[in-house]
């Protein structure tokens, strides 16, 4: 199949996902951070269980060669800071942002907008490309020559470590379910196009989708290239034609399909406008998500937590440390004033 | 006929449609121990699962009404 449509299928399905699972990760930081709410914490372990037991077995069976994102000093920290600024900022991340547009949300439509410019800023034209190209190849760090990963780090097998972190991870869910059975958290079933999914089917489905991507060969190592589908899109007024076989640019078309579809369906889809002070917040929050990911390897939130991290890549590691470590203080700082 | 307080959070967005929304209860806490009941308005869909949650951990009973696609009315009593 071709990239157009495998890239189509892809976005489609990760569109319908978020859009009914609800799945943002600025919303589990902040559900968790101020009320202790682990409903979308879970769906992002499962998702990260199921990418990266999927993803080693397709590489060890040989259908699929792992592809962790290198390391750039400069870039994957420097980036992801930017990052986790502009989720605080517009309140939503890289997935966050097209779920609450394509459900009709004009304010995230403008945070969309502020991505492509913020990603055209930085991949396409002007100041910002040099200073990205200097922040990045400039200050790699390898591992004996090789990308840094956690397993290469460690001197062992991957398999070790896929096993001991599964472990870790099964552990935290038992500890979870234990701490909802106290608080009593209702785990209603809904059905497939009425309410939100549960965490854990959300979670699965959102790695099945990552799977997908990463088995057909045609992406960057799973979902991701949003950002530059964007840029891409906003690069398409320029130059008057959109190129359809960028694995990104079909993507984030999928995506919009596929949630639009889905929030309609639903009875979900509403156009409504934000009020103009929040304005500014969103389209520059979009546009430091944009230039931040660009930044940190062609990184978000997926890309490094769901498919790069279960990789064992080093940069992603870092990368996510730090948008977490930017975005958590600043939930916390909001609700106090 | 229930006394009602109403605060409207349509715009509002994550966090602070959670976080006007605790901060109103708190400010009104007492009023609904003695029988009010607290509506508030919202056009952000993360809040038809998380404000139930908080609001329940609170010892607060909380219903959730779809006015229409997009709109949704909670109301919380004791």
């Not at chain 1, 060890?60 to 870039?75: E, M, R, W, Y």
């Not at chain 1, 106290?182 to 079933?189: H, I, L, M």
Request: hydrophobic share 50%; net charge positive.
């Amino acid at each position: 199949m071709n990239i157009l449509w495998i890239g189509f299928i892809v976005g489609f399905l990760l569109g319908v996902v978020i859009e009914r699972g609800f799945y943002c990760f600025y919303l589990a930081l902040s559900n968790f951070a101020l009320t202790r709410d682990y409903r979308l914490i879970k769906a992002t372990i499962w998702a990260f269980l199921v990418t990266m037991i999927g993803f080693h077995a397709l590489h060890t069976l040989g259908i699929q060669k792992l592809d962790p994102k290198t390391f750039f000093l400069g870039g994957s920290i420097i980036g992801a800071i930017l990052f986790g600024l502009g989720m605080s900022l517009t309140g939503s991340c890289i997935v966050g942002t097209p779920m609450r547009a394509w459900r009709g949300q004009v304010g995230y439509m403008i945070a969309l907008l502020g991505m492509g410019v913020g990603g055209w800023l930085a991949i396409f034209k002007g100041p910002l490309v040099p200073i990205v190209k200097a922040l990045q190849k400039p200050t790699e760090v390898l591992i004996n020559g090789k990308i840094a990963t956690l397993d290469r780090l460690l001197g062992i097998n991957h398999w070790i470590l896929v096993i001991i972190i599964a472990a870790l991870l099964i552990w935290w869910l038992i500890k979870i379910e234990k701490k909802e059975k106290a608080q009593q958290v209702s785990q209603e079933k809904t059905g497939f196009f009425k309410g939100i999914w549960g965490p854990v089917f959300t979670g699965i489905a959102l790695g099945i989708v990552e799977i997908i991507a990463f088995a057909s060969g045609k992406s960057p190592a799973g979902l991701g290239g949003f950002i530059k589908g964007y840029a891409t899109i906003f690069n398409g007024i320029f130059t008057h034609k959109i190129p359809l076989n960028d694995w990104g640019t079909i993507e984030v078309i999928g995506i919009m399909v596929g949630a639009v579809l889905s929030a309609i369906i639903s009875g979900d889809f509403r156009i409504t406008f934000p009020p103009l002070r929040r304005i500014p917040a969103l389209f520059f929050g979009g546009m430091l998500i944009g230039i931040g990911a660009v930044l940190a390897v062609g990184g978000c939130n997926v890309a490094h937590l769901i498919s790069h991290v279960p990789q064992f890549s080093i940069g992603s590691i870092v990368s996510m440390i730090f948008i977490i470590g930017t975005a958590y203080p600043l939930i916390k700082w909001k609700a106090k004033g | 006929m229930e006394e009602k307080i109403t605060l409207n959070l349509e715009g509002e967005i994550c966090p602070y449609t959670l976080i006007y929304t605790v901060k109103k209860l708190e400010e009104v806490k007492q009023d609904l121990e003695k029988g009010k009941v607290l509506v508030i308005f919202y056009d952000h869909p993360p809040v038809v699962e998380n404000i139930p949650l908080e609001v329940s951990k609170r010892g607060f009973k909380c219903e959730v009404e779809k006015i229409f696609s997009g709109k949704w009315k909670i109301s919380i009593k004791k």
